[in-house]
């Protein structure tokens, strides 16, 4: 009797796997909050990143509110702006120190006003339009939370033509 319940004790016991040897997975997507100056944002710009899987590279996506406002002195020209960075974004490095390459757009709000020089007329407008921009760039992130930053270079094109000469640099939180 006592050898037939071992049997059926270790036969049962078949069963179950040890939790102590099973990988643990992540927990969490890694996030980021930060302000980026120039950038896609054009001025300055906040923004919310986030990874799509749990792991400290991959593929992710950004969306920012930015804005900023212009004026001259000399001519009574002001503008204002109000903008809205998406882009999808990738990350290649699994350590502190990650490659970043993404690229996206960003719909773009203009209210303008200011003197015509020739007539002396006051003029006015606003309207909405889009750019597309790439980003090549160095993330410097925590494991787990703490400090980003962000060093890129920010091609941008529009109905208006290419601008290769843009940068974009970029303070913040990461956490899990």
Do not use: H
């Not at 040890?18 to 909050?33: I, Y």
């Not at 400290?56 to 002001?78: K, P, V």
């Not at 925590?142 to 941008?156: C, E, S, Y």
């Amino acid at each position: 009797m006592k050898n037939t319940c071992l049997l059926a004790l270790a036969v049962g016991m078949l069963g179950y796997r040890s939790l102590a040897q099973e990988a643990v997975p992540p927990t969490g997507r890694n996030k980021a909050v930060y302000v980026e100056g120039l950038g896609s944002g054009v001025l300055l710009s906040a923004n919310y990143d986030f990874r799509f899987k749990p792991t400290q590279d991959g593929l992710g996506m950004r969306i920012g509110l930015g804005g900023g406002t212009f004026s001259d002195q000399n001519s009574n020209a002001r503008a204002g702006l109000v903008t809205l960075p998406v882009q999808v974004n990738y990350l290649v490095g699994k350590r502190r120190a990650a490659f970043e390459m993404g690229a996206g757009v960003t719909p773009i709000y203009v209210n303008a006003s200011g003197t015509n020089q020739a007539t002396g007329d006051f003029i006015s407008g606003n309207g909405f339009g889009a750019f597309g921009s790439l980003n090549l760039g160095l993330r410097l992130q925590p494991i787990r939370n703490g400090v980003v930053f962000r060093l890129n270079w920010v091609p941008t094109v529009s109905n208006t033509g290419f601008y290769p000469r843009w940068l974009g640099v970029s303070l913040g939180f990461a956490f899990k």
